[in-house]
């Protein structure tokens, strides 16, 4: 049945969806106490024109489709995961990745990098080579630095959901091929472009004859950050070339069909992938652009959407500054990431790194001393932090393919709505104010009250 409702602001929204009897919802309220706790809303006759903020939800008007949301797999991460007992670590694996296992928090998407990240305990590529020495044909690249911790680990993670999907990211090429011969910073010789996009279809590959399928890859981590260690500096004309004239050629060459996506840093910066978007020889190649958030507004991705449409969008990084606040670091990722990404085109969601030590450790020497896991390792203790809670609230419930559907932002109430394949619908909300919000949801000619409390998050689910 369809039916339509004339909002207080004159907006007309036509619904045509069903809500079941029992609505299941998950809460967590920081301030007392309450992580991921599940109850149940009786569901009630719409009134038509509702006194309460109402989110309206219509199922028929939909947009992206989901790749999943997560995290960064780092090496430091899966480091800490290899100290653990195999009993305590499967069943971490299970809670963290197993779709399928009671209290999972079924994370579906995991970014990892291409070499080493600054949360690596050094610095490496795959062709690191003595002062002076070059290798433009590949022929001493190898997986090798990965054997110890990193390729078993994820192995692991595979077997426990061999559906998620995976995206590399590089922080650095190998030094040889950089302006500097340093792994912080410089640029990509010109006559390396070449060899690098070797070196990128060989890790494809390599890691391919692993059994790790290489999902999409990222061209550069943070392109306009050249401080951290390792890094790459490159501007959106270097981008451009590399993709149009190496990477995306090299890629069709070998048949690899690894996505293929530009930029991967703030986003005060739209202009950089429209820019290298805008060459029609380059895009071909190109599947979409990825972000982060640590500077502009999440808004800056439908800027990009709006100039490239048929081009997709990816969040991919945010990290949580340690020790970390529950109450702030929740209602904030949520808000601007978990909501706000999506709600803005997103494909994905992921936070930064999985898992780090009590001292935040490890890491690079000029490497991020202050990120704060996901997770905190202390050989077999674990400890459960903002980030896990952050993802959870979404990685949960709205599962790979889904798709996300209409629903309108309140004042105090940011919200964003999914349908899943199997049809279930799952409703994420926030209360950003700073006192109980009681709200309405209406569903076509049933709906639902609820009362969130300032600060709290509740995934809803028929």
Not at 16 to 32: F, G, N
Not at 125 to 152: A, I, M
């Amino acid at each position: 049945m369809r039916i339509r409702y004339q909002t207080l602001s004159g907006i007309v929204l036509l619904f045509a969806v069903s809500l079941q009897a029992q609505i299941q919802c998950w809460t967590t309220h920081p301030a007392t106490q309450q992580f991921l706790q599940q109850s149940t809303i009786a569901a009630s006759p719409a009134q038509g024109s509702e006194t309460l903020p109402t989110i309206f939800i219509d199922g028929l008007k939909t947009y992206q489709s989901m790749d999943g949301f997560g995290c960064t797999l780092t090496g430091g991460s899966t480091q800490l995961l290899a100290k653990m007992s195999a009993e305590k670590r499967t069943a971490l694996l299970k809670e963290l990745f197993d779709p399928r296992a009671p209290g999972s928090i079924g994370i579906s998407y995991l970014r990892i990098s291409v070499g080493a990240s600054d949360l690596s305990d050094h610095v490496f590529s795959y062709n690191d080579l003595p002062e002076g020495q070059t290798d433009p044909l590949l022929q001493k690249f190898s997986l090798e630095p990965e054997r110890k911790d990193f390729l078993p680990m994820l192995k692991e993670i595979l077997r426990v959901n061999p559906a998620i999907k995976i995206m590399g990211s590089p922080w650095s090429p190998p030094t040889w091929m950089k302006s500097n011969g340093n792994s912080k910073g410089g640029s990509l010789k010109p006559e390396y472009y070449g060899a690098y996009a070797l070196y990128l279809v060989k890790y494809i590959k390599a890691m391919q004859a692993e059994g790790i399928t290489i999902d999409a890859l990222t061209v550069q981590n943070e392109p306009l950050h050249p401080g951290n260690n390792p890094s790459l500096l490159m501007y959106p004309h270097e981008q451009a070339n590399f993709v149009k004239n190496h990477l995306g050629p090299a890629f069709v060459k070998n048949g690899i069909k690894t996505k293929i996506i530009i930029y991967d840093h703030n986003a005060d910066r739209p202009d950089y992938p429209i820019a290298i978007l805008n060459d029609l020889v380059a895009k071909k190649f190109i599947d979409g652009s990825a972000f982060h958030l640590y500077g502009g507004p999440i808004e800056a991705l439908s800027e990009v959407h709006a100039a490239h449409p048929d081009k997709n969008l990816y969040f991919t990084e945010q990290w949580i500054g340690s020790p970390g606040n529950m109450e702030g670091d929740l209602k904030w990722h949520i808000k601007n990431l978990m909501i706000g990404a999506p709600r803005n085109w997103a494909k994905t969601v992921l936070e930064w790194n999985l898992a780090a030590d009590p001292q935040q450790n490890p890491h690079t020497d000029g490497g991020c001393t202050e990120c704060l896991g996901a997770i905190t390792l202390d050989q077999d203790k674990v400890t459960r932090n903002p980030a896990y809670y952050i993802m959870a609230h979404a990685s949960k419930f709205v599962k790979p393919g889904a798709k996300r559907i209409f629903s309108n932002n309140t004042l105090s109430l940011a919200n964003v709505a999914f349908k899943n394949p199997d049809g279930k619908t799952v409703l994420l909300v926030v209360n950003d104010s700073g006192k109980a919000e009681t709200f309405r949801v209406n569903v076509g000619v049933k709906g639902f009250t609820h009362t969130l409390a300032a600060g709290a998050v509740a995934t809803l689910v028929w």
